[in-house]
């Protein structure tokens, strides 16, 4: 929470001899505390002077509209209230290694009797700070090296820059972010990229070198981004072996897409969260603003969860979506939907469920995939208060089917396809929380209703990720 | 692939019979193939109607990132994909069909010293010319390179394999030639395959080899394409005997039907022989 540090108020001659206290009075203590209370809620202050100290290279008028509202604040109670908050709007403009407030009196020539001056001292994050990692997997060693540049202007920009150096692969990112001033939520960045992929469930190997920018800004209680992406694209096979249909797809491509997402997120936390509802909706529309690639792409997500009794969390999800490909070219591969593994249906080997040509997947225009998942606690706790509260048991459910469209029948048809033949699976595990950022999952799984051409891992799974259904 | 492993995979491609859809992919003939590809992929057609195997021709624009090693043409038979000539004609070995079964020894060595000759003298020429020389780079090489693709990836892909023939000149010693060295080159070249076609119909006497189809597949194209100016194909016009066995194998081997799609109306390619 931070210190705030408040002096007492000198009491007002105003008042008269109430608030004096007899030197003689045996019950010293307690009177004395109860009018101090007395003071505190009743005294109507002015708040004067607010300043912000320790400032380097940060421009003045983007704190201003953060502080803003301290000034509006009419009593002691308010005015800590009102610091602290603005003292949580400096730090998520992450500029600040700490911030802390402390109120006075007021002092100088203009001071008002019950004038405050409230001053932040803030000591500015460095201009630059770096990380070195080595990374080891997959038959790959790399060398990461990232920079990132916090407040470069002085409002709040940040320059990220990442690099990654590997035995087979290299890839970078670049970075540029930049918030509107006293509106944090609008803000606007640009990414240059290239990363590398290697998929052998699909025996493809991608590179994609491209540039974005996105413009996020909320709208009453969702948040809407709007992205622009050139991307130029090269697929290669990632062995010999591989099917005729995904030779074909090797080569250079270029996408060009304008996106929209719009999310609402009440959850209480992205892993395991415990209550709240996410909803989120992303549209591409690629091909008119150039490049080889034209598509219409939708895909929705929907999580609810609800606490039940004794500590367990019931939590259902969906997700969908639908690619249509727009002009006479089939559509790509990397494009495509893909269904399967330890972050979607589980029970299924990574990505292998759907369309396949000689043991490669191919992926498919739409899809959908739902779970149900029961979260309880360790059985009998073991570590209760600590670690033991990273570590979540539960039992799933998940159902999800994946298949090509013929866009020469019609909607009804394109239901019933992914109605018939649903894949599922059920199964009980261990699920173990990263920070705020990650799970890992180990799994007992039970796939059923399995086509042929799909690939299982029945028993034991286990998943590490993100974004897990 | 391990030696062990290719000799497995050859086994088991020796016991499967010739498919009837078998496949031979190049750039598309219309707007994007260029004179060495062209060249490279009549060689190999040649060949394989000289075999007797029947294969169709797929154009595709990403031809040359689909084939295994990176080069066109390449076919796709079975299950199997070979690409260029060489290893296209061990792979038909393997199944049983082979031009150059009657040839004793020596003339094996010769065969092959040849065909050497022919790609380490004609194809780099070919090579030289459309994409280092700057006038037929400039108006013939990088536009039907890129067609396919659309701004500005076309210009990429096109700087990209300029400078990768480029640096491949500079490493086999061709960047301090001259064009007109280059002519000279392929002069010499014709008359070393002049001088061992003498007379006779083929390189080696009555039977074709796949000799016969390299040089066909490289001589008929440079006649029939259609560069900047005509040098190139006026070097290889001088030596009848090497005319008249054009002449000759396209008569065999292309007639009917197929000499209309073989020599078809492109901009790129004038038809039939002069």
Known sequence: MGTVHARSLDPLPMQGPELGVQADDMDLGEPEHEEKQEVLENKDVVVQHVHIDGLGRTKEDILTYEIADVFRAKNLIDVMKKSHEARQRLLRLGIFRHVEVVIDTAEGADALPNGLDVKFEVKELRRMTGSYNTMVGNNEGSMVLGLKLPNVFGRAEKLTFQFSYGTKETSYGLSFFKPQPGHFERNFSINLYKVTGQFPWSSLRETDRGVSTEFSFPIWRTNHTLKWEGVWRELGCLARTASIAVREESGHSLKSSLSHTMVIDTRNSTILPRKGALLKINQELAGYTGGDVSFLKEDFEIQLNKTLFWDSVLSTSLWGGMLLPLGHKPSCIADRFYLGGPTSVRGFSMYSIGPQSEGDYLGGEAYWAGGLHLYTPLPFRPGRGGFGDLFRTHFFLNAGNLCNLNYGEGPRAHLSKLAECIRWSYGAGIVLRLGNIARLELNYCIPMGVQSGDRICDGVQFGAGIRFL | ?274
């Open chain 2, 1 to 274: 692939m391990s030696l062990a492993a290719e000799a497995f995979v050859s086994q088991i491609a020796a016991a499967e019979p010739w498919p009837e859809n078998a496949t031979l992919y190049q750039p598309l003939k219309e707007d994007q193939i260029l004179l060495s590809d062209s060249a490279s992929s009549l060689a190999v057609q040649t060949f394989l109607r000289m075999c007797g195997l029947p294969v169709l021709v797929s154009c595709r624009a990403n031809a040359e990132y689909m084939s295994p090693s990176g080069k066109v043409p390449f076919i796709h038979v079975g299950n199997q994909v070979v690409s260029e000539l060489g290893p296209i004609v061990q792979f038909t070995k393997a199944k049983g069909h082979s031009l150059s079964d009657g040839l004793d020894d020596v003339q094996r060595a010769e065969m092959k010293a040849y065909m050497e000759l022919v790609n380490n003298m004609l194809l780099t020429a070919e090579l030289y010319i459309q994409w280092c020389d700057d006038h037929t780079a400039t108006e013939i090489s990088r536009p039907r390179y890129s067609s396919p693709y659309s701004w500005p990836l076309n210009h990429i892909l096109a700087y990209q394999k300029q400078w990768e023939v480029r640096r491949k000149m500079n490493a086999i010693g061709w960047s301090g030639k001259s064009l007109e060295q280059v002519y000279e080159d392929v002069s010499q070249c014709c008359q070393a395959l002049s001088q061992r076609l003498g007379t006779q119909p083929y390189f080696f006497s009555k039977q074709p080899t796949e000799l016969d189809a390299l040089v066909f597949g490289h001589l008929f194209t440079i006649l029939t394409t259609q560069l900047t100016n005509d040098e190139l194909a006026e070097k290889v016009k001088s030596y009848t005997n090497l005319l008249s066995f054009c002449h000759r194998i396209e008569q065999t081997y292309f007639k009917e039907h197929e000499r209309e799609s073989q020599s078809g109306s492109s901009r790129h390619s004038k038809g039939s022989l002069p």
